[in-house]
């Protein structure tokens, strides 16, 4: 494949990123909607909500290698990383029935290990399958950052979208808030075959050139060595705790501290992703003049603050709390599209070095490190429950304690978390010009063994 390809049309690039929809929509469920929902609605106390969660993204974070390393080695006439998509389709959609539709108040916790297990199961297949075949849309260094924004810009549309559902529903007179999360579970169910068909008919698959991935776990732990990859997986370790705590704590800061509802803590939360959603075309653009490591340091710089900022702001008034939330979300979405892009990038380097196409490994990495800071997010809620917090407020109202400790790992900490990452990313290896010469080595060899090929005997 070479860097010559042909720059992907907005066309190609909708219908890829379209798949978004219902996966962000999990992806903002699962930290945010499902924990709350399972701990308040359907009864099950709030550190043994917390345990679960954790104990199943744990069990998910093993999975994730094998999957990666399973797609590395798919070869198939319909691409490698597309029977993956189809695949997840199905799991995902019996998933959210049982997540969202189906359970009922009294459901213990061996129902939620079990289907969060599915779900999570399914969820890795779809999202590393995307990643993958992301990757290979666009090997250019530039055309690659484009190509992850789109995909983030649908990732906040997904989020948008199932964010408003559930309180469109309350103030609709449609139902109550345990009707807009069935709603919530019913629109997932219908969009995923929608998506999906569409990117597996509309959208190409190239195929990097390289040999079949050998080397089993020393791979795995070689690429952890890496500077290049290193650097990334403790960025989105520390950038997927600080979002991850602030999803999980939202409701409960917003009620409990502010007093603000859920439909306008909800509103808090809808403007900060819509803020992600305009903030993403000025940090793709700012990745193409300064590279994507330097942009994602000033981006998280910038977040830290923003962000410290606008949850400091006393309760009592909407609007400066709404347009606060707002501007605080404009950094939002630099980390989530660019370190994606940046470990395509890494694996330009690591086929260059190896003649082996690591990529789907290589993003399966960097899930376990999204999955792992999102089960470091929900320790707040064991350490809340220990302390005697209660997700319903009692009527003499939570102790002074334990709601000084929730301000605490809501302001503080997510704030030093973005900082940390910034750090993190100082003397990031992998430059643009760099990048550059990687792809211009690949491009002669892959036109060498393709003369070879052709050659006569």
Known sequence: MSSTTARRSNAVLAAFSA?????????????????????????????????????????????????????????????????????????????ALMMFVLVQPGAG????????????????????????????????????????????????????AILILPAAVVQLGLGDYVAGVHIMGWTIIALLPITVGLALFVVPEPVNAGHTPHGGFSAYFDLLKRPSVSKLL????????????????????????????????????????????????????LSTKVGKAKALIIASLIFAALYFGATLLPGGSFALTAGAMFVAGLPYAAGLFLLRAMMADAGDEIRLETGVDRTGLMFSILS?????????????????????????????????TSLLLLQVMFVAAPAALIAMAALALHKYPLTPARHGAIRAELDAREAAEALKVVAPT
């Open 19 to 95: 798949v978004c929809l219902p996966l962000a929509a999990f992806g903002v469920a699962l930290p945010v909607t499902l924990p709350e929902f399972y701990a308040s609605h359907v009864g099950i106390d709030i550190a043994m909500v917390g345990y679960v969660f954790m104990a199943v993204r744990a069990i998910d974070i093993v999975f994730d290698p094998f999957i990666g390393a399973a797609m590395d080695r798919t070869r198939t006439r319909f691409g490698r990383y597309r029977p993956w998509m189809a695949v997840s389709t199905p799991i995902l959609m019996l998933s």
């Open 109 to 160: 916790p061996g129902y939620l290990f079990l289907w969060l297990l599915v779900l999570y199961l399914g969820f890795s297949v779809g999202t590393l399958g995307q990643l993958g075949w992301a990757s290979v849309l666009a090997p250019e260094y530039d055309q690659r950052s484009r190509v992850y924004a789109w995909w983030q810009a649908f990732n906040i549309l997904g989020v948008i």
């Open 234 to 285: 403790v960025a989105d370790l520390l950038l997927g705790v600080a979002p991850g705590i602030t999803g999980a704590l939202l409701f409960f800061f917003f009620d409990q501290i502010k007093g603000y509802g859920r439909t306008e803590a909800s509103i808090f939360m809808l403007l900060y992703f819509i803020g992600g959603l305009v903030g993403s075309p000025i940090w793709a653009w």
């Open 368 to 400: 376990a490190t999204t999955k792992l800071g999102h089960v470091f997010a929900l320790i707040p809620y064991a350490v809340l429950g220990w302390i005697g917090f209660q997700a319903v407020e009692p009527a003499g109202g939570n102790s002074a």
